[in-house]
């Protein structure tokens, strides 16, 4: 099992590689970390398993989605 500062570095990674600008990341996201992620291949799924104290504002989580399905779309 990773430890909570490397899960948080490969979240910090994965909203760097899906272009969240950084004002975003450091107002939304220091506080979050990546549990794991899933992916299915028969599918061509992934899902990412965030943990974080608080809740995002819609807009936000919207833009986060919309970012990752992007990125991780091929």
């Known amino acids: 099992m990773n430890s909570p500062a490397e899960n948080q ?19 939304f996201f220091r506080d979050g970390v990546l549990d794991h992620v ?21 807009n936000v989580y919207e833009q986060l989605c919309s970012q990752l399905k992007a990125r991780f779309a091929e």
């Open 38 to 58: 899933a992916t299915s291949r028969k599918r061509r799924e992934w899902t990412f398993c965030v943990r974080k104290k608080e809740l995002l504002p819609r």
């Open 9 to 27: 570095k490969r979240f910090e990674l994965v909203l760097k590689q899906a272009d969240m600008p950084a004002p975003l990341v450091e107002a």
